[in-house]
């Protein structure tokens, strides 16, 4: 209930600033106030049922399967060996000028791994063997690797489609003391485990090097939770898909948005007005879908309405073309919808005004702020 109350703050805040809607917000607090479903409570993930694999899903899910295992969120976490393009650009260097250190990704000399990255200053150097890729690359990699001691860390470096080459990793920009820890940010289990839990399907706790390909990146049971039951069913003459899988597409928006948000961001916690301001204020935020959809007119007032795949294909890779997503916005916003007023200013490419590029979250990168409104004439809030 606490996100109910949060989000009829919300709604008050809207309120405030305009007038005359009213009307919807009645609507939409009458329907807030029937309590949410269980969103976590989820009766597949039982002993019984177990994960299968995505290969299991080819022979019924064709379509789905192919392009689900081509998608950002099946290949978001790779063995160094399964990234084409890393290969391809191997030796890649990169000096890092604050520090003085020079970088390298090079062949390993270790016949048990593949790639290892190089930190020297001055006279000093030291190593770590890259194990994983984490990002399908349409901003960045950063990889996880291990050192022969033992040690497993997230590279200092990373790299990044827009340069094609490497740059410090986000978030590590900092001074540091000498080549190990030029290196790579070191991480304890529970570290190690954090950063995988939402590039993998399943096992993330497992030590990186024990870790399945299988497992790595988002695939379909990570959604649909574990497959096996779903599979008896559909192979026994009696087929019945009810309860025997998860469809997250029968979610009510919220739910949804808590769901997609467990990794992109859930609504932010707080249910006073300063708290809520806050968050509006703070552009972080817009790099979490989750986070800021919530925020929006046409989620508050839509009647539950908007939900994540109103806009995307979740097997699909994101589609990059504004014109794309007029058609979304145009079901709710046509002339002939008197409340729901056609734009003034333009008739396409609803979302280069409306739901502008962010950059400064990622190095060498921007996201689309999903806080859908109107901004002033430069785009700034
Ligand atoms: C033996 C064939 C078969 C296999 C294998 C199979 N499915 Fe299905 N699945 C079906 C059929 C049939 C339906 C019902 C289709 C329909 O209603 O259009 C279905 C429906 C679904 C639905 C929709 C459920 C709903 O409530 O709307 C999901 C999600 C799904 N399958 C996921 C999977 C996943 C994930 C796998 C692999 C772990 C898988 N399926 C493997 C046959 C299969
Ligand atoms: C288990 C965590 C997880 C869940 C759950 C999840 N995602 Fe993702 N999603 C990711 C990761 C990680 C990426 C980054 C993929 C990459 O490396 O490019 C991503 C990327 C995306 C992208 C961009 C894809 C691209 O081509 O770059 C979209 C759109 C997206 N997710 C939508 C959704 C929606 C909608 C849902 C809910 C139905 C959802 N995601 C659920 C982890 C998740
Ligand atoms: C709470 C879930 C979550 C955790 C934990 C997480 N990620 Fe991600 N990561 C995502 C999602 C969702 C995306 C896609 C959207 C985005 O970039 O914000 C993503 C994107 C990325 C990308 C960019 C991929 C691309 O090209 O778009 C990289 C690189 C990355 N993550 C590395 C890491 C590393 C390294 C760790 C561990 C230190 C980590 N992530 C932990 C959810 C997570
Ligand atoms: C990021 C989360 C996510 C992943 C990964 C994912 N799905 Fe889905 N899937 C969804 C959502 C959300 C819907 C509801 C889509 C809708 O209703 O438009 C859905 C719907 C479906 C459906 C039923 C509707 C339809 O389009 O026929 C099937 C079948 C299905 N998925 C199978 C799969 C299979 C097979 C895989 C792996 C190859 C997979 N999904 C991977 C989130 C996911
Ligand atoms: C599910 C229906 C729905 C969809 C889809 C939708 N909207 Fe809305 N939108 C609404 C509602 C409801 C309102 C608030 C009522 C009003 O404008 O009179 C709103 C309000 C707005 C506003 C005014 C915001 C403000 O702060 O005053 C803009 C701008 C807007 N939408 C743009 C878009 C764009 C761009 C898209 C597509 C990316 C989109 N909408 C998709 C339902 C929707
Ligand atoms: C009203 C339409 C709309 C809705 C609803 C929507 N998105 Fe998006 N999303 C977009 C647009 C537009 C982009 C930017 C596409 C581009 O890069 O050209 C985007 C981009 C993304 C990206 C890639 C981030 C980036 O900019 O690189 C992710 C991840 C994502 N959306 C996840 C989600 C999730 C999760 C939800 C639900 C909480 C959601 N979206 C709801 C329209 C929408
Ligand atoms: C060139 C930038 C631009 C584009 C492209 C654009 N808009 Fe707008 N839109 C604006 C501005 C600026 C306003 C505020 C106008 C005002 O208040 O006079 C606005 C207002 C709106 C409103 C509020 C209308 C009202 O009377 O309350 C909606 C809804 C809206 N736009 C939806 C859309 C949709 C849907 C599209 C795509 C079909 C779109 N916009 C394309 C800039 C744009």
Redo the contacts with the bound molecule.
Sequence with gaps: MANCKRLQLIQLIHLIFSNNRSIFCVLLLLELLNPLHSLLGNPLLSEENNFVGSNQCTNCHKNIFTTQINSGHARTLRKVESIPELLKAIPLQFFDKQNNVKYQIEKSPNKNFVLDLIATKENESNRMHLLWGLGAG??GVTFVGLTDKGNYGQSRVSWYQKTSGLDVTTGLEKQVEDTYEALADWMSPPQQENCFACHTTQEADLPPIEMNPKNAGVHCERCHGPGEKHIQAMMSDNHQIVNTIKNPGKMKAIE??YF??AC?GVPAGGTDLQTISKHMGDKQTARF??QR?VFSR?YTESKGK???I???DPHED?????RA?DT??LTCHQAKNPLLQACPISKKDC?TCH?P?EKGFMTH????D?W?RILSENNSP
């Design positions: 349409r901003k949804q948005i997609c948000g992109h879908p989750g959809l046409c908007l939900q994540c109103t806009c995307h994101l589609v990059q073309q504004p997503y979304k916005c979302t739901m590029y990168s921007e996201f689309a999903h859908i």
